[in-house]
């Protein structure tokens, strides 16, 4: 099984849209994949139309009910964790714990029967942050068309690593996943030679600026299932194919 954060340090860069997108088109190829709600806006929800979470991620994490018991099926082979308000309450609990980086490794480790785990980070630096690249083999980073994306991308990068370095391990980062692409935007161009420069082979083809990926989730769609013909339709299940020949991280035994 293969755990994924989708990771970022800026607000806007499309991290929602990205998990709830590429989980879908994973699904859509027949893999089992559960979506983790880690953002106390809980976009993922809504994005996938799903209004009556009943328990969440935050009781998950307080140990009041069991990470399984609080999945709700979504789709065909994709099935959500979800999050709510409730994880500020959660998070400030958790700082008292010993061990609490590794909070999400005692609560979620058991969850089994997936092929994929995507995880929803918040655009901050958090203990859920911390605790998300702790739990995970890989990290994914969206990075919007603007200078001030790129910043982030490196900040997080030098963030990782310090991450790592005090856990003596971690999540590496995989894959750099440029959005917002509008080639008539000469910025677009200037970002995108940026990254390639920066990343190298990490940077993947460009998720197009599409107004129907900003649409699906006020209707609680997919966008494979609100406009299956769209930029953004195309664009992540490229995404997707190129996920899956990936060679999965070598763990050990995790």
């Known amino acids: 099984m293969r755990k994924i954060a989708i990771v970022g340090f800026k ?13 879908a088109a994973l ?20 994005s996938l139309g799903i209004t009556d979470n ?31 308000l409730s994880l500020f309450k959660a998070q400030q609990r958790m ?15 058991r969850l089994n029967g997936y092929d994929y785990q995507l995880l929803d980070c918040a655009p901050s630096i958090s203990l859920l942050t911390v605790n998300a690249i702790a739990y ?5 980073v969206p990075v919007s068309m603007e200078m001030l994306a790129v910043a982030g991308a490196r900040q997080f990068m030098h963030y990782l690593r310090d991450v790592s370095r005090l856990m003596g391990g971690g999540a590496t980062i995989r894959l750099i996943i440029p959005t917002f ?3 008539r935007r000469r910025v677009s161009t200037m ?19 599409d107004t129907k990926l900003s649409e699906a989730p006020g209707v609680g769609k997919t966008i494979f299932e609100y406009q299956p013909s769209a930029r953004g339709a195309v664009d992540y299940a490229r995404l997707a194919s190129l996920v899956e020949t990936m060679p999965p991280v070598k763990t050990n035994g995790a």
């Open 191 to 209: 970002v995108l030679q940026t990254l390639a420069r920066e990343f190298g082979s990490r940077v993947t083809h460009p998720i197009r600026i």
């Open 27 to 46: 699904a859509r190829r027949n893999r089992r994949v559960l979506l983790i709600d880690t953002d106390t806006q809980a976009n993922v929800s809504i």
């Open 136 to 140: 995970v083999h890989e990290v994914f």
């Open 11 to 23: 607000g806007g860069i499309g991290k929602t849209t990205t998990t709830v997108s590429l989980g």
């Open 181 to 183: 692409y509008d080639p």
């Open 95 to 109: 700082v008292l714990e010993l061990a609490r980086e590794k909070i999400f490794l005692d609560t979620l480790g």
């Open 54 to 84: 009943g328990n969440t991620l935050s009781e998950v994490l307080l140990r009041k009910v069991k990470a399984e018991t609080t999945i709700v099926p979504a789709r065909e082979n994709l099935d959500v964790l979800p999050a709510d």
